[in-house]
T-cell receptor, first 115, second 116 residues
Framework: AQKVTQAQTEISVVEKEDVTLDCVYETRDTTYYLFWYKQPPSGELVFLIRRNSFDEQNEISGRYSWNFQKSTSSFNFTITASQVVDSAVYFCALSEDQAGTALIFGKGTTLSVSS | DTGVSQNPRHKITKRGQNVTFRCDPISEHNRLYWYRQTLGQGPEFLTYFQNEAQLEKSRLLSDRFSAERPKGSFSTLEIQRTEQGDSAMYLC??????????????FGPGTRLTVL
């Protein structure tokens, strides 16, 4: 069965701290896709990154970076020098190798960044 | 491109009433998805359309739920005889043609339903 686990329910940091959000997934497929979405208080899910199972290169986008490790079935997300605007719920999601497949979401991690 | 839009943004109804939500996907996106999100949980898949064809339905989509996408553009989700357990955020997402798997889904702001 497919499953995404985000073990950290809530994280609180002070501005400028680095923070890592953990994501562990389960799938039997050899081809699959992993995503991170941000849900600010307004409620709209904002796409951050998509990664396929054959691309294990880490990615950096500004203050955001992602570490994909197939050996541990993890796809962790790090925010460097966090800012108050980073406060949101962050979701990791998995989609398998089928057309039109649903995204399977974790329960999310609520990140609070205080000034 | 404008993003995915959903109407209404909020709906309060009494138990037993019918409600209908609308989703307008990003133009030229031929795939459209509905999800439901309850408090403290991630979104859960309800159904998927490719153009006007409804290709997948989750077991969460009970007989009281029906979704349509009559001309392959906007979609509606109707809930009949609402129950308090239907209270949730209903999210719509769309994705462009091209990739057939692992396509990135772009979400709308959601419709928050409260059933009294």
């Amino acid at each position: 069965a497919q499953k995404v686990t985000q073990a950290q329910t809530e994280i609180s940091v002070v501005e400028k701290e680095d923070v890592t959000l953990d994501c562990v997934y389960e799938t039997r497929d050899t081809t699959y896709y992993l995503f991170w979405y941000k849900q600010p208080p307004s409620g709209e899910l904002v796409f951050l990154i998509r990664r396929n199972s054959f691309d294990e290169q880490n990615e950096i986008s500004g203050r955001y970076s992602w570490n994909f490790q197939k050996s541990t079935s993890s796809f962790n997300f790090t925010i460097t020098a966090s800012q108050v605007v980073d406060s949101a719920v962050y979701f990791c999601a998995l989609s398998e190798d089928q057309a039109g497949t649903a995204l399977i979401f974790g329960k999310g991690t609520t990140l609070s960044v205080s000034s | 491109d404008t993003g995915v839009s959903q109407n209404p943004r909020h709906k309060i109804t009494k138990r037993g009433q019918n409600v209908t939500f609308r989703c307008d996907p990003i133009s030229e996106h031929n795939r459209l998805y509905w999800y439901r999100q309850t408090l403290g949980q991630g979104p859960e898949f309800l159904t998927y359309f490719q153009n006007e064809a409804q290709l997948e339905k989750s077991r969460l989509l009970s007989d009281r739920f029906s979704a349509e996408r009559p001309k392959g553009s906007f979609s509606t989700l109707e809930i009949q005889r609402t129950e308090q357990g239907d209270s949730a955020m209903y999210l719509c997402a769309s994705s462009p043609p091209g990739l057939t798997v692992g396509d990135t889904q772009y979400f709308g702001p959601g419709t928050r339903l409260t059933v009294l």
